[in-house]
């Protein structure tokens, strides 16, 4: 497994943007298939972006346009850069990875073997 360490959340307006970073240990962000999921309260957790060892990319229906997920090899870091936010965004927000390539299952939970703690996103006025 690999430790993953997320950042970046926060109190963000409705419309407004923010950007949450994720650093692996021991393993190269490049070496990993890794992802973003999201859980509010009273529901489950949802994939939001994944991006594979190819730098293939995937989103959810609801954040595609608005949501962008990329690897900072320079720093080692995953990052999730979020526009327009609303209020169906604030949830607790969790890096995941795997290292291999994946085929499919990219925004499956079950997917992954790795979890980061969380980092939380609320968006509010």
């Known amino acids: 497994e690999v430790q993953l360490k997320e950042s970046g959340g926060g109190l963000v307006q409705p419309g407004g943007s923010l950007e949450l970073s994720c650093q692996p240990s021991?393993?190269?962000?490049?070496?990993?298939?890794m992802a973003w999921f999201r859980q509010a309260p009273g529901k489950e957790r949802e994939g939001v972006a994944a991006?594979?060892?190819?730098?293939?990319?995937t989103y959810a229906d609801d954040v595609k346009g608005r949501f962008t997920i990329s690897k900072d090899h320079a720093k080692n870091m995953l990052v999730l850069r979020m526009d327009s936010l609303n209020s169906e965004d604030e949830a607790m927000y969790y890096c995941?990875?795997?290292?291999?390539?994946?085929?499919?299952?990219?925004?499956?939970?079950?997917?992954?073997?790795?979890w980061g703690q969380g980092t939380q996103v609320t968006v509010s006025s």
């Open positions: 995941a990875a795997v290292s291999w390539r994946l085929i499919t299952g990219f925004l499956k939970a079950s997917t992954y073997n790795s």
């Open positions: 021991e393993f190269p962000a490049s070496s990993l298939s």
């Open positions: 991006i594979n060892v190819n730098e293939y990319s």
